[in-house]
T-cell receptor, first 113, second 113 residues
Framework: DQQVKQNSPSLSVQEGRISILNCDYT??????FLWYKKYPAEGPTFLIS?????DKNEDGRFTVFLNKSAKHLSLHIVPSQPGDSAVYFC????????????FGAGTTVTVRA | NAGVTQTPKFQVLKTGQSMTLQCAQD?????MYWYRQDPGMGLRLIYY???????DKGEVPNGYNVSRLNKREFSLRLESAAPSQTSVYFC????????????FGQGTRLTVV
């Protein structure tokens, strides 16, 4: 049973607008969350992360929000650029679990010019 | 700086054939991982090695074996390939004991016919 869920398989957004990607998790023991970005024929690359003691982390155009009570996190990309078109994976890990990342199914983002 | 290198990039096998996927990292990381990516499933952990000399099963280990040859190399073996093992395989590594990201290789696309 998937512990990390990304319920939107795809997202289309106009260049310059905000992209919001959502992720839900079921394991309350997760304490570190990551977003990865993947282009076709390449491996995933790390984008941004957040620990469970925070509710927001920002890095340039990317901001991740964590709502522990709702077991929900989101990734905001502002402004969206054509190079942001990729598959985005949400991942989570539990302390002491030897960093076994649990991944969501991914959301394909298409940024329209 | 090569990071995580996987060989081969592509492979077609007949049912019942065996093969080994190779992975090497040059970042002096202790922990290494093998994932498979299937449509709609995200990345699922097959096996991992927390440190040189240790290996453990992940979420989907059936049909696979691994060898941590040394600190740099972690191989994945399919003893008798099945069509259900058609997938994209990713190797990853990370620094052990810290909340840091995992670095991924570029993937091996395997088709079993």
């Amino acid at each position: 049973d998937q512990q990390v869920k990304q319920n939107s398989p795809s997202l289309s957004v106009q260049e310059g607008r905000i992209s919001i990607l959502n992720c839900d998790y079921t394991n309350s023991m997760f304490d570190y969350f990551l977003w990865y970005k993947k282009y076709p024929a390449e491996g995933p690359t790390f984008l941004i992360s957040i620990s469970s003691i925070k509710d927001k982390n920002e890095d340039g155009r990317f901001t991740v929000f964590l709502n522990k009570s709702a077991k929900h996190l989101s990734l905001h990309i502002v402004p969206s650029q054509p190079g942001d078109s990729a598959v985005y994976f949400c991942a989570a890990v539990q302390a002491g679990d030897d960093y076994k990342l649990s991944f969501g199914a991914g959301t394909t983002v298409t940024v329209r010019a | 700086n090569a990071g995580v290198t996987q060989t081969p990039k592509f492979q077609v096998l007949k049912t019942g054939q065996s093969m080994t996927l190779q992975c090497a990292q040059d970042m002096n990381h202790n922990s290494m991982y093998w994932y498979r990516q299937d449509p709609g499933m995200g990345l699922r952990l097959i096996y991992y090695s927390a440190s040189e000399g240790t290996t453990d099963k992940g979420e989907v280990p059936n049909g696979y074996n691994v060898s941590r040859l040394n600190k740099r190399e972690f191989s994945l073996r399919l003893e008798s390939a099945a069509p259900s093992q058609t997938s994209v395989y990713f190797c990853a590594s990370r620094v052990q004991g810290a909340w840091t990201e995992a670095f991924f290789g570029q993937g091996t696309r395997l088709t079993v016919v």
